[in-house]
């Protein structure tokens, strides 16, 4: 990618003019939608630049004017220069859009007969002309006119009447959190009152079949705002609060201020459409989104090289939120997961940046794992370090400071530097350094004292070929030989490349229990033999790392079986039968100890280990171990499936649905040694979609599913959220052999839509996940996926430029499969009129 196009951080500057008003009037028509706008400007007193520009793309100008006088401006496919006086000035233009047409879904489009927007980051300025940056923050008033029953905007509405309405949002706010919604929609009204005795009117607003799917949502909104009142101290602002549902939309929702927009498959949900793992994702969206109100939007982000102050913030505030109603540890280890299978890919690669980049093409390539979920990471460590109360009273002092303003990361550091008297000067190097850090880890024990001896080094990643020590905060817990706990968790505060730590005072020599919780994203290096993993999955009083060892043993004993032809190691299968059949421990933590570590982390793990991953091995070793499991369980799974079935109606909270996906893991393993028996009859009396699809998912798997994957369509085709699960299901559970076939065919059934994203997601996500299927030898999977980007790419960039990512790992494989990858992007680099997101993209796995 020519540096030309790329935006440094270090080249801000602050903007010529600000804004004070904003006036919209929108004309709404599907082909022809004409914007009226009537601005508010002056000059910016810290900018010395009075030259007047305003974003704008694919805009129809039809007439602009200055303080009332028309004008006009020098327009480009960016947005227009104009005359403008060093004075506070009334800019007002009309411009007319194609929303009809808008089938990138940025901006103002339509989905299923309504109008939406999403204007995060940069879709405002495809609306009308503005100063479309974050920094810029004005208050908005909104006129809708429009033949349909139901006219949003953000804020409080102040007036309407037949085809038309207008609203005022009084908290300045950035362009990219308007919003506009209009459809026939119906409501699912609530209220809740704050703290303060404020009454805010509650609504989720859906398409007419979808009202019966609203109420978990609601009760998730209500809880979320409960609990930011609890925790956080903060109130909600306004007297509405309004949630729409939309069927096409590039990402999974957004915090638009009073009026978030989702997409469908992240709020709606009843027992009958919606498994466990979705009710728990939708909780936590929902709070995600509206956290976002006061750490997003009252607090917003200077420019998008800060995006991590807010979503690495709110991530991390939504994390906390589900520990605190659902389990701990259970969600402790599924975030880890999540992160080691996407971020730590990201940052081992040729996507790897910081969390905060210092340079983009397009913004839209940056709502990263990176961004989230590291970012998230680096918030908890900074609350490990500084401690509880610390934290919460820097919090305290980050709203009170800069509420109502556009900050950076440097403001973000700066409160906890007030609050705690820290330097955090090499704190800092979490945001500005990308990479995995390396932690290796040696003992000691000499005359009582025991020593921890670990060193840290983090690779080079494209730009940055030199890393500086980071701060990790280990936290570290001893274990007497017995079993006791000798040390409790401490954190050792490690600052320089090689660092070592004493705990004196000890009979005999401890085993370590290293990392606890995770307590900072990093690739543990730790040269333990599988006995003491076994111990400590069997002591530890830490559940992360009880489990941790469990996977660490699992890593251990499936590399061995790849690399050197190995049998099941009888040591695991018995520590694994160990927890699952201790009925002491919490169901939802034994289903994770049972699963194994995905394909995609063994790859990644044979390459960091000097091995080229053979996908096809690593997929055949897998199958192996978990028959290996079955058998060693074959007493045990009837049992332990029948113990944890839940009676009564179905229930999304965190304890049954522990109990069914306890049950559910033991189908699985049941599945290998009863031919499909316990499955079938499960999905024949099955009366929720949890069970349907767990049941579903064995049969396809063991291949006894043709009957039941028709008789799924034909009792859901009516509902395209369970259709999406229809379509992706039929992928993942495929033979390797056949994965590429059937998401081929896939693309011929009369429901495939490559226009919606999510359609397009369920098939094309499911191949790319599919490590072995993905990675056939013959590179037909990359062939596959490469046509259709290429489709996908003039009709929805955004997405194409995600799903691209699929091939980035490329260069961690064999010779063949490496030349077959790169070929297939290259053929998508050289695709004329390629957009800039799957350039910039694609271009960088290239490098
Ligand atoms: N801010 C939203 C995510 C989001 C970002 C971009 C979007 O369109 C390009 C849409 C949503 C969040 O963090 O939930
Ligand atoms: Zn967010």
Redesign the pocket.
Known sequence: MPDSQKIYLKDYTPPAYLVDTVHLTFKLSPNATRVNSKIRFRPNPDSDSRDFFVHGEHLTLIRAAIDGQECSPVVTDKGLTAQAPDAPFTWEAEVEINPQDNTAL?GLYMSNGMYCT?C??E?FRRITYYPDRPDVMATFTVRIEGDLPVLLSNGNPTASGDGWAEWHDPWPKPSYLFALVAGDLRNHPDSFTTKSGRKVDLNIWVRPDDIDKCAFGMEALKKSMKWDEDVYGREYDLDLFNIVAVDD???????NKGLNIFNSSCVLASPETATDANFERIEA?IA??YF?NWT?NRITCRDWFQLCL??GL?VYRDSQFTSDVRSRAVKRISDVDGLRAVQFREDNGPLAHPVRPDSFVEI?NF?TATV?EKGAEVVGMLKRLVGDDAYAQALDLYFERHDGQAVTIEDWLKVFEDTTGRDLGQFMRWYSQAGTPRLTVTDDFKDSTYTLNFKQYTPPTPGQDVKQPQVIPIAVGLLTPNGDEVQETVVLEMTKPEQSFEFKGLSSRPVPSILREFSAPVILEQDTDNETRAFLMAHDTDPFNRRESGNALARDVLRRMITDGAAPDPMYLEAKAKILTDEALDPAFRALVMSLPTQEELAQMLFDTGHTPDPEAIFNATQTLAQASAERLKQDLPRIYAAHQVKGPYSPDAGPAGHRVLANSALWLLSRLDGCKQAQAQYDAADNMTQQISALGCLQYFDHGADATQAFYDQWRHDRLVIDKWFAMQVSNTRPDQTVATAQALTEHADFDMKNPNRFRAVFGALAWHHAGFHQADGAGYRLLADWLIKLDPVNP?TTARMSTAFQSWRRYDEGRQALMRAELERIMSTPDLSGDTGEMVGRILE
Not at 249 to 255: D, I, S, V
Request: charged content about 25%; overall charge negative; cysteine-free.
């Open positions: 940025e999403q995060e980051a879709g939309f590039n990402m999974g929702a957004m915090e969206i995600h989104e976002h997003g807010k979503e709110t839209n709502y989230y955004q």
